[in-house]
């Protein structure tokens, strides 16, 4: 009994470390945001200080007010997210479910286009924007995050139909019911937990994307990874306010995090009667 | 009756609130308006000749650009051209414009230049040489302009093959900072040489203290580790080219890399390896660093008493003198070029832009004159560096700050700081690698650079 209760604590306190360990940044950040400049700096390094909120008024208030660039993610980000889910559900579903010829060959092409590197593919992009007249606006920037979203979403969509037995499918055909109303009142309800985990990816692969976001936008859309770089010139770092817009970029993404929790648990846990697959 | 009043109360209070909120936009342009426009009117040209015409200036996130940025309107005003500037950090400037250049796209009419890349854009055709805008006496005039008074090696750094291709904006030297108090207390003087330089760091190292004796950039980097590397080799007599060929492992380097390695072990703390400028200045603003040699810029930074506990305990003094006798500082600036993909009336109107942006007027007006709290120290005038109300201003950032950086901007300058060839972007980084390489002991210093030579080789054919 005693060593059960040893076994328990102790592997407490490994999770309890890893924990810190894996929170520590975030928690860092969080503690300089509300630090003055010399706190930040010194060492030994402060935990406990007087709290101020200046970098967030200077961050949200300032004449470098990063809101206009947290809305440019958000809407960048949804953007590519919404595009990103209509097309990628129908077609993975038809990847997973439909006896097309080369639908393999399809499903692998794909994929070959997340192997090329995106500074190679970067040139192209720009000159394609550019002869549209489309550099520094949203609908630019959201066509190209589509086409390394879409790939990624649908290869993540198509195991989760793939899971679903096909069985459920032919009943549903026996019952009368059309493909699409199969899709639309069987399974997607069955793949809630994939469609919220591939919002959770896509948006968040949006919303941190920097290489693409530094070539193709400008003053117009500027999304927040670009703007954090104001607070990093080649004079110093402002170490203070560069925390306040960390934890403010931050903050969006948890809370997509939080409400998705629900359904990427019902994901994993739905799959009880698996099998299914590829046909 | 309530409800009306009420309502009135709202109303007023609504249109108050708008006019409060609109109000630092509108007193910026009634500023710029009224600001006074006649010291530029006084010029003998046109200002107007490109009026209508947009431009787009590319800058780095500064305090020195944000000024320039805020007197902007005084130059729309001027000439009716109109500026759009775009932040890009330092790191994607250069690959965002050189993919403006090379798709010709004309996106940036200039842009925030950096003096190591004219090689390359000038054997591109990228960029336009300015002396046809400097010699026209309709769109400069000479007399006003006076381009003699621009530091000259920042001039002749933005210069290939006699031709300007880039006007300097703002700059840098690199200067010794050293804590006086400490040097005070041991009884040190500031270092002439590079020997004493150790020396000095070797008196003053006490980690046991938290006071470490030099620190020097470490980071990888053709702007960080190859910033000091490149003065260390200059200084022991190294020269880049022999009979036309790029040599990085000769006797010269050997030693200036041995000496940087040296004091780096010695003096540094083990984690300046990994540093860049702004984090020697934020450790010497803790107080944990004696002395430090770079850009005479972060003076601005460890003066900042909201950041430094060292502030009024600074003083200042050149590059220590390597064994060639030679100090040599950088010759780093921001200049602006002329995108040559323009139309001719946009590179009027460009002319137009660099030539207020770098004239004596518009350098006092963004630094001692200058109405915010960041005052600049990088002005590219030597007028103004014996300017008294300029001297006045900078001299608050401590003990012959002045002194000792008007006589590198003359002095300590050299063009061939660094080997100027349009191959430069891949050289440096392959430098910046090796040194890396001797500084975190993975390689000594003869097999780091025989290495670089063996990579650089292939790529100067």
Request: net charge neutral; proline share 6%; glycine share 6%.
């Amino acid at each position: 009994m005693k060593t059960k209760h040893l076994r328990a604590i102790g592997l407490l306190v490994v999770t309890g470390l890893f924990v810190i360990a894996w929170a520590f940044p975030i928690l860092w950040s969080v503690l300089n945001s509300l630090k003055n400049e010399r706190d930040v700096l010194a060492y030994p390094p402060k935990f406990f200080f007087e709290p101020t909120f200046a970098a967030y008024r200077d961050v949200i208030f300032g004449p470098q007010s990063i809101l206009p660039n947290l809305w440019s993610s958000f809407v960048i980000s949804a953007g590519t997210t919404v595009l990103t889910m209509l097309i990628a559900i129908p077609a993975a579903y038809a990847l997973a479910r439909l006896r097309v010829p080369g639908s393999r060959w399809a499903g692998f092409y794909v994929l070959a286009t997340q192997m090329l590197p995106p500074v190679g593919i970067i040139i192209p992009y720009f000159l394609i924007l550019r002869n549209i007249g489309w550099m520094d606006t949203y609908q630019g920037i959201i066509l190209i995050y589509l086409s390394f979203s879409l790939p990624f979403a649908i290869w993540l969509m198509v195991s989760y139909f793939e899971d679903i037995p096909f069985e459920m499918e032919e009943a549903a055909a026996v019952d009368g019911a059309s493909r699409l109303t199969t899709l639309r009142r069987i399974i997607l309800p069955q793949v809630q937990g994939g469609i919220a985990v591939t919002v959770v990816f896509v948006f968040l692969n949006a919303w941190n994307e920097f290489l693409f976001a530094v070539v193709l936008s400008g003053n117009t859309v500027r999304p927040v990874t670009i703007a954090m770089f104001n607070f990093v010139s080649v004079e110093q770092t402002l170490w203070t306010q560069l925390a306040a817009v960390s934890v403010l970029a931050m903050l969006p993404v948890v809370i997509l995090g939080i409400i998705a929790q629900k359904h990427i648990v019902k994901g994993l846990t739905v799959g009880a009667v698996k099998g299914g697959g590829r046909r | 009756m309530n409800f009306i009043t009420d309502r009135r109360r709202f109303l007023a209070g609504a249109a108050a609130g708008a006019t409060a909120l609109a109000m630092p936009a509108y007193i910026r342009r009634a500023g710029a308006q009224a600001a006074d426009l006649a010291p530029y009117q006084s010029a003998n040209i046109d200002w107007k000749q490109a009026s209508g015409q947009q431009i787009t200036v590319a800058v780095i996130p500064a305090a020195y650009f944000d000024n320039l940025a805020a007197i902007t309107p005084q130059f729309e005003a001027l000439t009716g051209i109109s500026v759009r500037y775009e932040k890009i950090p330092p790191a994607q400037i250069r690959q965002k414009c050189v993919l403006d250049f090379t798709s010709g796209t004309g996106t940036y009419a200039t842009h925030a230049a950096d003096p190591m890349y004219y090689n390359l854009y000038h054997s591109n055709g990228w960029v336009e040489a300015l002396d046809r805008f400097v010699e026209d006496p309709a769109k400069t005039d000479a007399k006003w302009f006076a381009l003699d008074d621009v530091v000259p090696a920042w001039r002749e750094a933005n210069s290939v093959d006699g031709s300007l291709l880039g006007l300097p904006y703002d700059g840098e030297v690199t200067l010794q900072v050293m804590r006086k108090d400490l040097y005070e207390a041991k009884g040190l003087k500031p270092a002439a040489t590079l020997d004493e330089f150790a020396s000095n760091a070797a008196a003053l190292h006490d980690p046991n203290n938290r006071v470490w004796g030099a620190a020097l950039r470490g980071v990888a980097g053709a702007g960080q580790n190859v910033y000091i590397y490149s003065s260390l080799f200059r200084a022991f007599g190294g020269e880049w080219f022999q009979d036309g060929k790029l040599v990085v492992n000769g006797p010269e380097a050997e030693q200036a890399l041995t000496w940087y390695v040296d004091t780096m072990r010695s003096y540094a703390p083990a984690a300046a390896q990994n540093w860049n400028w702004p984090d020697i200045a934020d450790a010497f603003s803790q107080g944990t660093i004696a002395t430090y040699v770079d850009a005479h810029s972060s003076a601005s930074v460890i003066n900042n008493p909201e950041k430094s506990t060292v502030v009024g305990k600074i003083a200042y003094e050149r590059w220590p003198e390597g064994p060639s006798g030679k100090r040599v500082s950088s010759i780093w600036n921001w200049g602006m070029p002329i995108n040559a993909k323009l139309s001719d009336e946009a590179k009027t109107a460009t002319w137009l832009f660099i030539q207020w942006a770098a004239s004596a007027e518009t350098q006092a007006r963004t630094s001692y004159r200058f109405d915010g709290p960041a005052k600049r120290s990088g002005v590219n005038r030597l007028s103004l560096w014996r300017d008294p109300e300029y001297v006045k201003t900078v001299s608050a950032f401590g003990d012959n700050f002045v002194e000792a950086t008007l006589a590198s901007l003359e002095n300590d300058t050299d063009v061939n700081w660094r080997p100027r060839a349009p191959q430069w972007p891949a050289i440096g980084d392959t430098l910046a690698t090796a040194i890396q390489a001797a500084l975190a002991g993975q390689a000594t210093v003869k097999a780091a650079l025989d290495d670089a030579q063996a990579r650089i080789a292939p790529m100067m054919r």
